[in-house]
Nanobody, 125 residues
């Protein structure tokens, strides 16, 4: 059974930092993208960042580019999201997700069949 388990969320002040982790189990995500999406109250789930198996390809949404960094440790089957210079608009539930293989539309949630349960990030002003 495939499981993705996020951790590292919490409450932080504006300008602060958090590091999210997502540990995968049940299979090795060879050649898969692993990414992060988020959903704020009353809004649709949106793409945040994703990283290829080799880590040579990383993509970010414009809203987080330059502030967030995604990385992965394939030996640990884990992906990370380092979030710096946090803003109130970053407040959301953050979800980890994984594709079955390489993804053309890496920013689309329907490319990711595997999802975690989510972790809350709250940025207070």
């Amino acid at each position: 059974q495939v499981q993705l388990v996020e951790s590292g969320g919490g409450l932080v002040q504006v300008g602060g930092s958090l590091r999210l982790s997502c540990a995968a189990s049940g299979r090795t995500f060879t050649n898969s993208f692993m990414g992060w999406f988020r959903q704020a109250p009353g809004k649709e789930r949106e793409f945040v960042a994703t990283i290829s198996w080799s880590a040579l390809r990383t993509y970010y949404s414009d809203s987080v580019k330059g502030r967030f960094t995604i990385s992965r440790d394939n030996a640990k089957n884990t992906v990370y999201l380092q979030m710096n210079s946090l803003k109130p608009e970053d407040t959301a539930v953050y979800y980890c997700a994984a594709t079955l293989g390489s993804a053309t539309y890496y920013y689309r949630s329907d490319e990711y069949p595997y999802w975690g349960q989510g972790t809350q990030v709250t940025v207070s002003s």
